[in-house]
């Protein structure tokens, strides 16, 4: 049995039963002693520098040395890579690579140490930390979360009762250099230089370089939601209406607006004004929701899209929003008011989308079945949430007050780690293409061959069976829908040993070719006897 394996699973097993045990309360004695640590030559040299961010004594504190896991990692993976290109020699050249320098160059082995710490508060909430221990400094993967933690100021553009917020440092550019890197080191300096031309002629048509943008996107992300009380948006998605909670909601992305202005500007599908510095672009079209009528605005760098010009004209004059929220002031003083990601969310804001099941009850079945498992999924919350995420000179502490603690991503990790993924697609790849071959093979078989002559069925049977064809070709028709970004399509592009839909048959003589694929209306088909069945049934 692989070492590391081994060695991973029992501590991701240990971390899961010390963290999760629930522990018997009896009296400690007065003469015992505390458990004191190790002595020195025996700890972990990362030890001391995790645990200051940390609390110990509460529901779960976890320590775990990481330091070289990484680039032993990375072996195994080799390993494992080549043991599939054995089987399936597509893979060999993956085989062939150095996933230690891979590893290094996308960042994973920066971090030496991990900890974690979850402390019930009286209130229900849990006070949590993560620290992840980078003394080298971060590249590659982590670079993307930023650099120096600043003040947080975006939140007065948000209302007092804001329910969604979100404010994050990000650094594309970095995650750019990090792929471009990477596809050197795979396929070599060419493909590298190849993949940055396209990049630099991607959206040329449209007035924009798309490698302008990457490197723009280096400042802040902010997200404003708002839900309305009482109110409710009703839009057209699929055959039947849907409705969700109204709301409002302003994104703003710092770096990209002046990169895409000119695309804007040149985009038939809006109507552009100025105003000082800025410039705003409303869609002429309704959206698919009614109320919903989003705008873009540039103002320099910045990029702002709404639901609406008078919300966002409201975030955008506003002298003193969601800072002044009581308790979104007291959250973010215990936190720090400095960081580089912060996240606030009110109870209305789930009590709002669990109510989306009940607001849809003549919604098709799969939908209805879809919004009622969100809907009993979504916790129930009784406290606003906050958690603030800043980049310290040694690594990164994420810390918040949230409705659960940490436990439950520990034993997460224990059963979904990259380790378990990795053996169970070493074993599955190999059956699933089998399994594809002999299902193309026994596609290519039935089309080849000439259908049978249908058995005459009574006419309520053939409508059943017709009624079960369309259902068949409506479901494919929204796979390509979705797939192709499209609003309709042939039967040609739905049916055939390769498609959706491997073949149709005939019960009285019909023609499916016939059929019209829009998206949003039902499909009909029109028997010789004058019959005309209609899916979904009307």
Sequence with gaps: MNPLLTRSGVAALVLTVSGCAKKPEAEVPANRAAVGLVPEAERSRHFEAVNSHLELGGTLYAYADVDGDALALAASAQALVRQIAAAQPQMAPLGRQDFKALFSELGLNDVKAIGLSSVRESGGNFRNRTFLFAPDGRHGLLAVLGGQPGRFVGARLAPADTDFYSECEFDVSALYDTIKAVVAKVSGPEAAASFERKLKDAGAKSGFSALDVIEGLNGRLTVIIRMAPGSTLDGKVGPKPVRIPGFDAVLRVDGIGSALQGSLEKNDSLTGSVSGSRHLFTMREPTAFAGIRAVLEVD??????????????????????????????????????????????????????????????????????????????????????????????????????????????????????????????AMAIPAFQKVQQASHAKAAATTTRPPAAPPQLPASSQSSRIMDNLRALNEAAERYYADHNATSATFEQLVGPDKYVPAVLPVAGEDYRTVLFKKGRPLRIYLKDGRVVTYPPQ
């Design 300 to 425: 320099g760098k910045t990029l702002y899209a709404a639901t609406s010009a008078d919300f966002l004209r409201e975030c955008l004059d506003r002298q003193a929003g969601l800072d002044a929220n009581p308790q979104f002031a007291a959250g973010l003083a215990a936190l720090g008011p400095d960081g580089n990601g912060l996240t606030w969310v009110s109870p209305r804001f789930f009590s709002r989308l669990k109510e989306i099941g009940s607001m849809n009850p003549d919604a098709a079945p799969d939908l209805r079945r879809a919004l009622d498992v969100f809907s009993s999924n979504l916790p129930t919350v009784t406290q606003p949430l906050f958690s603030v995420r800043s980049n310290l000179p040694d690594g990164i502490l994420m810390r918040s007050n949230w409705n659960r603690s940490l436990k439950p991503d520990i034993a997460m990790f224990t059963v979904y780690n990259p380790v378990t993924i990795g053996l169970v697609a």
